[in-house]
Structures are given as structure tokens and as C-alpha cells.
């Protein structure tokens, strides 16, 4: 067991969760981030709302100047047809933590990953496998980038949660849905920052702009449903869809036809 490089603290899995725990715990504990991706990924990850109650945890890590100076745009008010044809406005101003953010998600995730570092982190990326022992107190972990050891094991892999099927935990997925989302060019930076949120009879749309002329669109149905087959098949049909509502077509004249990636958004229960 002498080769096992030890620290205080492994926390596999170096995506907000993981980075933003692992710098709370510098300088007292000894940390290491295990990430599989070898470099940031070159499509930013979907999840770009952040609320303004996120100012807190930011101040906290010492990253507000930072994130400040990033270039992420504010948010604007939410408006949403749910389960009446009104739209229903939310302003920001209602907020007492602030109207919050649309972030450029790549950006966000460097900044986190810098502070990481610079607080003395170890961060092993393009860590490919993980296999884990638990004995006398410790957990033995063997990895494609050497063998470590901690009292204390973090599984922050997000939804994959890679850890815990190693364990032997199994997570129900209970009413799944399935995100079919894009990242759309428009040809010009939008002015309204609003948040749009639509029901109709098979899901639900969500579309927000993004920072640097991006604007992103997603549909959220049930897993089963054949029209997410038909919609993957036809890009255009997607786009053509979300128009049909004139809340969406509001914010959809001028943008690129999408490009596709699809996420499951399940609603975790370990057993
Ligand atoms: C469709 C959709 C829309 C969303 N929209 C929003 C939003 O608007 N706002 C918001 O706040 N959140 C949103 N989310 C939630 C989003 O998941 C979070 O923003 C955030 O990414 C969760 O952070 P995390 O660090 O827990 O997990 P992740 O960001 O998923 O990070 C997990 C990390 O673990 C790594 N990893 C996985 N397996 C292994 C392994 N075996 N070994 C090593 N590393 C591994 C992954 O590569 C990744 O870097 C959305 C999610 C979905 C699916």
C-alpha cells in the first residue's frame, strides 16, 4: 500500500460540483480532482441559468471579480405559457438575489478549474478509470494516472454517478425525460434577455440567449415519446415546431438551424 500517493480528501469528478468543493477544502486538506475529459470539452456543457443567489457560494470561492470580468450576461425577466394561453411574466426585480446569469458555461468552468489550481488542488485530468477498495478506514483508489489513497472519497460525476454504481448502488429513474437540445448561431446579439418557458401537448421548450451571439432551445418530453425519433431525424422540424409558438417565434426569426445533442434528464434516486 506504500505507493498509494495519500491526501486527505479524492473527489472524483471536476465539473462545478467537484472544483467548487474542492477549493473550499484547500488549504487545510490535502485534495485531489480526478476528471475522466483530458481537456475542457470543445461544445460547452448544457446547464447555463445561474440564479443570483449564486453570488454567495462565488464570494465564498473569492471568484466574483472574476466572474464579473467573464463576459457572462445578466438575465431578464421569465415569461411562460404553462397551463393557460397568458404569458405569465416573472421580473428579476422580484428576486432579492438579483436577476442572475446566463453564462458562457466553457468560460465558468475554466475560471473554476483555475482557482482550483491556484489554491493548490491537484487536478488529474483524462483519468480514463477508477477502481476503488475501501480498508481500515481508507479508500484505495487505482487509476489509469497512478494509485492514490484518502480516508474521504467524493463521487461528483454528476448524473453518471460512477462512484456509486461501483458501489453497487442503483439509481431508479423515476418518469424520465428526454432534452433535446441545440446551441443556435443568430445573426445578430440579441437584446432581450428574457427566459422563455412553453408547455404544449407533448413537453415543454425553454430558450434563453447566451453570451456571444448564441442563443440555446430545448424540448423536454418523456422518453418514450415517438416525436423525439422524428424530431432527431429532422432538425429542421425542431426548429419549425418551436416556432409555432409565438412566444418562441418571437425570439427564433433569425437564428442557423440546429444541430443536435440530446441529454437525459432524469430525477436521481439512489437505493
Ligand atoms: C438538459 C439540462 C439542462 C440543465 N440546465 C441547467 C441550468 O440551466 N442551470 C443549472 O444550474 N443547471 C442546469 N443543469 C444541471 C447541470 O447538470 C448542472 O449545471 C451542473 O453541470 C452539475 O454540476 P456537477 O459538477 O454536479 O456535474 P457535471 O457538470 O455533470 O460534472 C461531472 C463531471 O464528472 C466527470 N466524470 C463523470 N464520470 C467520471 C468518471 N468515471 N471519472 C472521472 N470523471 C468523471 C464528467 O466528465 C464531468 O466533468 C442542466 C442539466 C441538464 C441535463
Redesign the pocket.
Known sequence: MANYRPFDVVI?????????LGTLLRPEQRVLV????ASLARTP???????GAAAVLLQRLNLMAAFQDAGHRERGAAVSVWDDDKPVWRDAIQDPAGPGWY?D?REF?QMLRLRAQDVGVTLGEG????DIRHRQGQWYLDTTLGSFRAPVMID?????G??GRQLGLRRDADDPLL?L?SFLDQAAESQDATMRIQADARGWWYT?PLPQGQRVL?Y?MDVDDPLCRQLLRHPDAFLARAREHALLAEVLERVAPPVYAV???VLPCWK
Open positions: 472524483v469528478g471536476a465539473g462545478p460540483a467537484g472544483l467548487a480526478l476528471e475522466r475529459r456543457p448544457i446547464g447555463e441559468s445561474l440564479p453564462l458555461r468552468e483519468c480514463k478509470q477508477v461528483a460525476t454528476g448524473r453518471s460512477y462512484l432534452c437540445y434563453v430545448a423536454h441529454d437525459r434528464r
